[in-house]
């Protein structure tokens, strides 16, 4: 085993050294374990079958349609009427364009299912925007990035979806309607930072909104936020799974973006489906070789032997609760969520549950972890796309980004130790006993 365990983990960190994509980092480095221990036919028709059933769920394929559902949210004019209805909100109090960028990043972020389409869609309107009215520019590009990854926490989410099939079952409805509370916690979290930075800096406050035009952009939005509750509403009913949910979506999003808002032409579809399918194809090339790896660790007993390793560190559960989330964290400084997930949720699951804590809480304790990391150096996505879009230096973030990162740890200590966080609302509405 120790050495089937040296060749997956230094083939894996020196292709990821090299800058080779994670997907093929990970399916490389398993076919080089599989080699140590299975002769080479087997080994590559184990690794085609373990990659074959990886993406052989029904529940990944509400990934596809709830991708597509992103982007023509994304085409279709959402983003704007989403960052009005924020300012009516919040725009004349202290502070208030940093808090319509949260509440916007928060709100598309949740429609989308994307981070990354997140900071692109509501940076790229916000940021110069703030800017223009005296805000600093690395200022506005933290609180873009910071606060686009709560929407990952919001339902519709492909992340909870792929942590429902690596935990074994968890229900999707229950971890959809989990999200909510840490989410909107982080959110508010963040909320108070850019308050009390922006009192201390002097940024200017804006005007109060007539209620005409306040009554006017709360319509305009409406038809946008109304599809979370269909989703949501429908899973919760029992009228349709999360699945079904997603095609539900598509078709909401395509009526709402080319019918209702008439902002993405028709002939404008291809192109949107391709680069949809492009997405689901590294997602599921993603999964399909992460999956391949989970199973080799298993094989070798790597998920069994870290959880022994862990559960006798230390006989304090908070100790180890706090070396596992120190884990995730470091995970998600270098690694993308989706093969995070399915590699150590094998891993963590089981010392979590033996601790006494739920798969329910800890798939949003581990997505929460990893959130912070789609914003931390050196491989933060979100990171880098927030900084490519107002044109700055990651360096530069570093430091209007630190207040954030410390509210973003004490959201995930409260998530980690105060159970109810997540599991009310699941509870409540009859979803978990």
Excluded: H
């Excluded at 292709?15 to 080779?20: C, F, S």
């Excluded at 769920?57 to 959402?78: E, K, N, R, T, V």
């Excluded at 924020?86 to 949740?110: D, E, H, K, W, Y």
């Excluded at 005007?207 to 709360?218: D, H, I, S, Y």
């Amino acid at each position: 085993m120790e050495v089937a365990v040296l060749v997956l983990l230094v083939s894996f960190l020196i292709l990821l050294a090299l800058n080779v994509p994670i997907s093929i980092s990970i399916g490389a480095a398993t076919v080089l374990t599989m080699l140590c221990t299975i002769d080479f036919d087997p080994a590559m028709i184990t690794m085609a079958q373990r990659m074959a059933s990886g993406i052989d769920s029904f529940a990944l394929l509400a990934i596809p349609f709830f991708i597509f559902s992103g982007m023509l949210m994304g085409s279709g004019g959402i983003a704007r009427r989403i960052i009005d209805f924020a300012r009516v909100l919040v725009g004349m109090l202290p502070g208030g364009l940093a808090f319509v960028n949260i509440i916007s990043c928060t709100l598309f972020g949740s429609i989308s299912g994307s981070a990354v389409a997140a900071t692109s869609a509501i940076g790229g309107f916000m940021i110069p925007s703030m800017t223009k009215e005296g805000y600093d520019k690395n200022f506005n590009t933290a609180v873009t990035v910071a606060s686009s990854t709560t929407g990952l926490l919001i339902p519709p989410s492909n992340i909870l979806i792929v942590f429902s099939l690596a935990s074994g079952g968890v229900s999707i409805a229950a971890l959809f309607i989990a999200g909510y509370l840490p989410g909107l916690l982080l959110a508010l979290g963040l909320m108070m930072v850019c308050g009390l930075w922006a009192k201390a800096k002097g940024y200017p406050v804006g005007e109060k909104p007539t209620l005409k035009e306040a009554v006017q952009k709360t319509v305009d939005a409406v038809p946008s936020l109304f599809l979370i509750f269909i989703v949501i509403g429908g899973i919760i009913s029992g009228f349709f799974t999360a699945t079904e949910a997603s095609a539900i979506a598509v078709l909401y999003s395509l009526l709402l973006s080319c019918v209702v808002y008439k902002e993405v032409k028709f002939t404008q579809l291809p192109a949107l489906l391709t680069k949809s399918v492009e997405t689901t194809a590294i997602v599921m090339f993603l999964i399909a070789a992460s999956s391949a790896m989970s199973w080799i660790m298993s094989y070798q007993n790597i998920p069994q032997t870290i959880s022994q390793a862990l559960i006798t560190l230390s006989d304090n559960p908070l100790l180890i609760l706090l070396t596992i989330n120190l884990i995730l964290l470091a995970v998600g400084a270098f690694m993308d969520m989706t093969p995070a997930v399915l590699i150590f949720t094998p891993i963590f699951l089981p010392v979590v549950v033996e601790l006494g804590m739920s798969p329910l809480q800890f798939g949003i304790v581990m997505i929460l972890n990893l959130c912070i990391g789609l914003c931390t150096p050196p491989v933060g996505s979100v990171l880098f796309v927030g900084a490519s879009i107002s044109k700055t230096s990651i360096t530069a973030l570093i430091r209007p980004l630190l207040p954030m990162y410390l509210m973003m740890f004490v959201v995930l200590a409260l998530v980690t130790l105060v159970p109810a966080i997540s599991e009310f609302l699941p509870r409540a509405l009859g979803l978990i006993e």
